[in-house]
């Protein structure tokens, strides 16, 4: 096995090489970016092969690398969230038409013509960053204000509403990846704040875990077409 260093952050990744029969009723299941179904934190990817698939053209590397985007956070472009009517949607009945989506430059595509991250990608990993940061931030200064000793950690609330405030004004220009840094500045400055307090943040870290809807996905990638079932 090769070494990691202690900063480096490794994926496990299940691959297999079955038949059709096998398979089974699964058949046409690409693979899953698997969680720990508790709170939603990421945990596996899991790839499969048959011979029918390689047929098709699919190997394991561009697939493995699709499943690694949803692992890191990244959705379909063909998937959807409705913030107004709280609907979390794919591209099926009313909502067909999502499957145009699909002509972007990403491997998180089902056309399968490219086979890497665009900007696409990076920007929505940046906004899903940025509001994250700064609604965890927002969670944890809620207890550090209700604290009888919240006065004596005034210098690091400032540093992150002047951290927010820098993170929503690149936002605002479409700087997304300014966007999301100063975010997370903002809610590191809380955090030191926080842990000046003895305040337990695990479960706001678990809160954020959850998808709007209030249940992470469950959504393997299939094959589409005439002859996938």
Known sequence: MSAYDPSDYVIPVFTYHTTDRRIGSQFGLLGFA????????????????????????FGLSAVTVHEVGHH???????????????????????FFFAWQGDYSATIMSYMWVNHGFGQFDQDNLHRYEF?????WANAVLADIEAHPDADTVQMYVDAA???AMTAQRA???????????????????????AMALNIDM????QALRITPTGAPPKEGDRLRGPNAK
């Open 34 to 57: 698997d969680d720990n179904w508790v709170d939603g934190t990421q945990t596996y990817l899991f790839v499969f092969n048959t011979p029918t698939y390689r047929q098709f053209g």
């Open 72 to 94: 890191i956070g990244i959705s379909h472009p063909h998937d959807g969230y409705d913030s107004e009517q709280g609907i979390d949607y794919g591209p099926g009945g009313p």
């Open 131 to 135: 509001a994250g940061y700064l609604n």
């Open 161 to 163: 509403d002047a951290a």
């Open 171 to 193: 936002f605002k220009q479409w700087d997304y990846t300014a966007a999301a840094a100063n975010a997370r500045e903002a809610f590191e400055q809380v955090s030191l704040a």
């Open 202 to 205: 695990t479960m706001d870290v």
